[in-house]
């Protein structure tokens, strides 16, 4: 895992080092990394267990063409009570995901997402996840932005499904 991370970093590193920059170009034509900061409201089954989510994620987006992104992220996403009566402990994912993301605009964009999840406790599981969702990213300078989303994540596990709405604002460098 050490080495596909190393490589993956090194590439992008590659990649910028050899950008060029057009100055036409509605969207950046380069790598970029995100920093996120995630919420999540859990539902049906899951919800009545747990009041609400919180977690981070980090990712890179990787330009195709101008509009159109190949994404890779991963992260940690923590499972609370909320004030729920059944005690229940928390529960924490480490998520990976894949996927694409198309800006219709240079700052409205639709993304989809598939990937694993690693249940921290006993007893959490493994998950398929599938994440559709939309969000912005506004330019701050030419080279960063705050990116702001929502999702809706479907967790795919044996013992039952977890669906939330996730809301995300971040950094992207």
């Known amino acids: ?19 060029q920059t057009d100055s036409n170009a509605p969207y950046p ?20 267990q747990f009041g609400y989510g919180f977690g ?4 890179l987006d990787i330009p195709v063409t101008k509009s159109l992104y190949a994404t890779g992220a991963a992260g940690v996403m923590s499972f609370y009570q909320g004030g729920k009566e059944t005690p229940v402990e928390t ?27 690693l249940g921290i406790q006993q007893g959490a599981g493994t998950v398929f996840i599938m994440t559709p969702g939309a969000g912005a990213s506004w330019r701050i ?3 960063s932005a705050i990116n ?14 977890i669906s ?10």
């Open 91 to 117: 529960r924490t994912y480490i998520p990976m995901k894949a996927g694409a993301k198309y800006y219709f605009s240079p700052v409205l964009y639709a993304q989809m997402e598939l990937g694993t999840g």
């Open 29 to 48: 034509v380069r790598p970029r990394l995100n920093a996120d900061l995630e919420f999540s409201i859990p539902g049906g089954e899951y919800g009545k």
């Open 1 to 19: 895992m050490k080495r596909i991370v190393t490589a993956l970093l090194f590439a992008a590193a590659s990649y910028s080092t050899m950008a």
């Open 164 to 173: 939330q709405l996730t809301f995300k604002v971040g950094y992207q460098f």
């Open 141 to 143: 300078t030419g080279r």
């Open 148 to 161: 702001t989303g929502i999702r809706f994540e479907s967790w795919t596990r044996e013992g039952g499904n």
């Open 56 to 59: 981070g994620s980090g990712g």
